[in-house]
C-alpha cells in the first residue's frame, strides 16, 4: 500500500511538472486530466471516497471538457490535431523510406 501511494505521488509531480513543460496546449489538457485521475485514486486510498469521486467529476469531467470546448473556440483544437497528424505522418513516412533502402 505505501509503495502504491509512494508511485502515485511521484506520478502527481510528474504530471505536474509536464503540463507546465508541454507546449501544444491539447497534450497539456490531456496531462491534467491524467493528474486529476491519479488524484481521484490517492483521495480513494486516503478513504475519502466523496472527494475521490468530486475530483474525478470536476478534475478529470468537467474542467477538462471546458478546456477542450475553450481549445475548439480558439481555434487551437483543429490546428493541434492536424499538427500532431502532419508529425505522425512525416514519422511514419520516414520509417517506410528506411524499410524501403533496407529491403533493397
Known amino acids: 500500500m505505501q509503495a502504491l501511494m509512494t508511485l502515485l505521488l511521484i506520478l502527481l509531480v510528474i504530471c505536474a511538472v509536464a503540463v507546465s513543460a508541454q507546449r501544444?496546449?491539447?497534450?497539456?489538457?490531456?496531462?491534467?486530466m491524467s493528474y486529476s485521475m491519479i488524484m481521484s485514486i490517492v483521495w480513494?486510498?486516503?478513504?475519502?471516497?466523496?472527494?475521490?469521486i468530486t475530483e474525478?467529476?470536476?478534475?478529470?469531467?468537467?474542467?477538462?471538457?471546458l478546456f477542450f470546448i475553450a481549445l475548439r473556440r480558439l481555434g487551437l483544437?483543429?490546428?493541434?490535431?492536424?499538427?500532431?497528424?502532419?508529425?505522425?505522418e512525416e514519422h511514419f513516412a520516414g520509417h517506410l523510406e528506411r524499410e524501403e533502402e533496407r529491403d533493397e
Do not use: Q, Y
Open 77 to 88: 483544437l483543429k490546428r493541434s490535431i492536424r499538427e500532431d497528424m502532419a508529425e505522425v
Open 24 to 32: 501544444k496546449l491539447l497534450a497539456a489538457v490531456i496531462i491534467f
Open 44 to 52: 480513494l486510498l486516503l478513504r475519502a471516497p466523496d472527494l475521490a
Open 56 to 65: 474525478a467529476a470536476v478534475g478529470a469531467g468537467i474542467t477538462s471538457v
